[in-house]
């Protein structure tokens, strides 16, 4: 089965605290936190994600899935870090080199964090292979990061197939997610390649009830 991490960047201010609880109420497994810093992509949520983390650690326990999508990776690490999350993931296009991205899954590690990379879709996989057996998750973007409420862009669910049939290879013990377009009628063609986390944000919000949702994900 997979799990359904849901994405809270399309939820307003003023609604976060509801969607909070209603979320927590339809058995999400966790919160995905999509932090981007203007740079890295173009929207700037930095401010806003951290806000809503904290009011997630007051009202509920569901664990934190923090995305990075910035170039400043550490500073970032470090502002999360605070908040227990259960995992920490950054993309391996904001790091110059091969020692930066070993320090920096070292450094999340070294905090007693889960620590992930993501993947662009146009990002060769054979880039991350390296740092698998170090790593918890690899998160491959099913659609370029920054925006919410996109399309699965097809030719992601092949480098899904790749990645899981390499990990399967290697008999690495390893989490996939997917992250961007996808709904229920997309989720069993990206479990079927090889994901068990699954990253969903306007297919749940949008829908009329978050649980029977979540539940047919699921």
Same mark, same amino acid.
């Given at each position: 089965? %997979? =799990?359904?991490? #849901?994405?809270?960047?399309?939820?307003?201010?003023?609604? !976060?605290?509801?969607?909070?609880? $209603?979320? /927590?109420?339809?058995?999400? $497994?966790? *919160?995905? &936190?999509? %932090? +981007?810093?203007?740079? *890295?992509?173009? @929207?700037?949520?930095?401010?806003? +994600?951290?806000?809503?983390? /904290?009011?997630?650690?007051? !009202?509920? @326990?569901?664990?934190?899935? !923090?995305?990075?999508?910035?170039?400043?990776?550490?500073?970032?690490?470090?502002?999360?870090?605070?908040?227990?999350?259960?995992?920490?993931? *950054?993309?391996? /296009?904001?790091?110059? @080199?091969?020692?930066? %991205?070993?320090?920096? &899954?070292?450094?999340?590690?070294?905090?007693?964090?889960?620590?992930?990379?993501?993947?662009?879709?146009?990002?060769?996989?054979? =880039?991350?292979?390296?740092?698998?057996?170090?790593?918890?998750?690899?998160?491959? +973007? #099913?659609?370029?990061?920054?925006?919410?409420?996109?399309?699965?862009?097809?030719? #992601?669910? /092949?480098?899904?197939? =790749?990645?899981?049939?390499?990990?399967? =290879?290697?008999?690495?013990?390893?989490? &996939?997610?997917?992250?961007?377009? &996808?709904?229920?009628?997309?989720?069993?063609?990206?479990?079927?390649?090889?994901?068990?986390?699954? %990253?969903?944000?306007?297919? !749940?919000?949008?829908?009329? @009830?978050?649980?029977?949702?979540?539940?047919?994900?699921?």
């Amino acid at each position: 089965m %997979v =799990e359904v991490s #849901t994405s809270l960047l399309s939820v307003k201010k003023e609604e !976060i605290i509801t969607a909070i609880y $209603d979320l /927590e109420t339809a058995h999400t $497994d966790y *919160f995905h &936190i999509d %932090v +981007m810093d203007g740079e *890295f992509v173009e @929207n700037n949520t930095a401010s806003l +994600m951290l806000e809503y983390s /904290e009011y997630i650690k007051q !009202i509920s @326990n569901i664990p934190l899935d !923090i995305h990075l999508m910035v170039n400043d990776v550490k500073s970032y690490v470090t502002s999360y870090l605070g908040l227990n999350p259960n995992i920490i993931t *950054f993309h391996l /296009e904001a790091c110059k @080199n091969k020692n930066e %991205v070993m320090e920096l &899954i070292k450094y999340i590690k070294d905090n007693n964090c889960r620590v992930g990379i993501a993947v662009k879709p146009n990002t060769n996989l054979k =880039e991350v292979y390296d740092y698998l057996p170090y790593i918890h998750m690899c998160l491959v +973007m #099913t659609v370029e990061p920054g925006k919410g409420g996109q399309k699965l862009i097809p030719s #992601t669910i /092949e480098k899904i197939k =790749e990645l899981n049939d390499y990990v399967i =290879e290697n008999d690495l013990e390893i989490d &996939i997610e997917a992250d961007g377009g &996808i709904n229920v009628d997309n989720i069993k063609e990206a479990s079927d390649a090889g994901i068990n986390v699954a %990253v969903v944000g306007s297919g !749940i919000l949008n829908s009329d @009830n978050y649980g029977e949702y979540i539940k047919k994900l699921k």
